[in-house]
């Protein structure tokens, strides 16, 4: 790294000098970063682990006789009290009070967003609204709405910042349930423009009578989320955003009271008390039990408690000032950049500064006669540095509309073209034909928690490359 530019990132965020333990956490312990030459920015696709998680891990299994936790036997009994402690881990990692919330383990966020879909008890009545700038998985719960007969509404975003037009949002919740059960979903970051959304939002609408979903995904590797003052009624995440490792585990947190008004459409092995055959009934078990289906990645799950305490040693609140600083340096470096002739080379979607927004930034590059670059182009080329990015949509489509411009009646011409050819599938090269001359995507770079000052010098340094 250039002593000019550790200066340059002190001189747009002094803090970054208290950050110095994380330079050294990634000499001991993230070695193989700088080892293999890697720049890592796709820390919103997934998070890195380090050494020690692994080491412990690997301890607890070669040191330790696990059997199934569903059996009764002394290794299932010994399985279960670790499972359990770190159901308690996670509960104390959100500060959320055990008595209110429940943790349930999952494959992934996606999963968790899942059973609230197919649980939630929609119907003609009932409503789900959402923004605009969702992640698919959350996308697709609108299905599970539609199919009961529940009215489906988007708040839109809006260009440059790409936040919620907080009117037309005011104006939805306070239109408010019409008498059915209706859920209100929202990500606490956008994983497509970084952007934060107001906590603030979740009194609100519980206010309102509606029930709040956070998909706390993209926001909780490097924020903290403190479930003793907010108080949605689903949050969902995935474990390998946090802390890279296990991946497979993910989890919803759930209030007791909002948990009892789901309704599953089947019970599986280890979510019934009884079943029967001939008798041709079941009893779902009590709390986390009832949404677990089948055998939990039990031998994964205690990796979860070392992921907690390793974040918990690093501190959240470190982390959370370092990826601040480093967005900081990223946006200023991009948004400063310029051709020959003057013209930008970078345009980002989001907002600027650091305020209410993470460390998730994602733009486009534009040749010196204004020609959008593909954004495949420079993933190959950022692929030939070593430096490891996201193209495309992300998975959030809404975010990528907005962001391109394009329009609904555009994309209503696009399906709708396509619904007359109707054996043909639509792939994205459909989908890039279609709004050809708008792009298809952007390119997302994002920092995480051992990010340094070096990967955003060689960052920036690839990028001015593409200046004419
Ligand atoms: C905001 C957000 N929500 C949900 C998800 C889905 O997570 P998973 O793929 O782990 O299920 C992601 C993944 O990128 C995300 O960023």
């Known amino acids: 790294m250039s002593k000019n530019h550790f200066e340059s990132i002190l001189r747009c965020c002094p803090e970054y000098a208290q950050t110095g333990a ?37 301890h607890l299994l070669r040191t330790h006789v696990f059997g199934n936790p569903h059996s009764h036997n ?11 402690r ?53 996308n697709g719960v609108r299905e599970f709405a539609r199919a009961r007969g529940a009215e489906i509404r988007y708040a839109g975003i809006r260009l440059p910042d790409l936040r919620v037009d907080e009117g037309e949002l005011v104006t ?18 956008s994983n497509f423009s970084g952007v934060q959304h107001p906590l603030e939002w979740i009194g609100r609408a519980r206010q309102l009578g509606w029930d709040v979903l956070l998909d706390a995904a993209a926001f909780v590797p490097t924020n903290r989320l403190d479930l003793s003052r907010w108080k949605p009624d689903f949050v969902t995440l995935s474990f390998y955003k946090l802390f890279g490792y296990p991946t497979g585990v993910g989890c919803l ?50 990796a979860v408690e070392f992921g907690l305490e390793h974040l918990e040693r690093v501190g959240m609140d470190l982390i959370h000032s370092r990826v601040t600083c480093l967005t900081r340096a990223l946006l200023k470096g991009l948004s400063g950049m310029r051709h020959g002739n003057g013209r930008e080379l970078v345009r980002i979607y989001g907002p600027l500064d650091t305020e209410m927004r993470g460390g998730t930034v994602t733009m ?31 998975c959030n489509p809404g975010g990528g509309e907005v962001a391109l411009g394009i329009t609904p009646e555009e994309l209503s011409g696009c399906f709708t073209q396509q619904e ?26 994002s920092v995480g928690v051992v990010s340094n000052a070096s990967d955003v010098e060689r960052l920036l340094g690839f990028v001015s490359g593409f200046a004419g």
């Open 420 to 445: 007359v050819e109707e054996s043909k599938r639509f792939t994205v090269d459909d989908f890039r034909s279609c709004v050809a001359g708008k792009g298809s995507g952007a390119v997302r770079v």
């Open 364 to 394: 486009n590059l534009y040749d010196a006669a204004g020609g959008m670059i593909d954004h495949r182009e420079v993933e190959a080329a950022a692929a030939r540095e070593g430096i490891s990015i996201r193209t495309g949509c992300f």
């Open 86 to 138: 770190a159901r308690r881990r996670v509960l104390e990692f959100f500060s959320a009070p055990a008595d209110e919330y429940v943790a349930i383990f999952t494959a992934n966020a996606s999963a968790a967003l899942k059973l609230v879909g197919e649980s939630y008890p929609f119907g003609p009545g009932g409503r789900y609204l959402l923004t605009f700038d969702n992640h698919n998985s959350v």
């Open 172 to 189: 939805a919740l306070e239109a408010g349930p019409r008498g059915g059960p209706s859920l209100f979903a929202y990500p606490a970051q």
């Open 22 to 58: 994380i330079d050294e956490l990634r000499a001991n312990d993230y070695g193989r970063l700088d080892r293999l030459n890697h720049v890592y920015l796709d820390y919103t696709g997934g998070g890195l682990y380090s050494d020690s998680q692994i080491e412990r891990h690997n």
């Open 253 to 302: 947190l759930a209030r007791y009271e909002a948990l009892r008004r789901l309704r599953r459409p089947w019970f599986a092995g280890g979510t019934i008390t009884v079943a029967s055959v001939q008798g041709d009934r079941y009893f779902m078990a009590d709390g986390s039990a009832a949404f677990e289906d089948g055998t939990p990645d039990y031998l994964n799950i205690p």
């Open 74 to 84: 002394p290794t299932s009994e010994e399985m279960t009290g670790l499972v359990e």
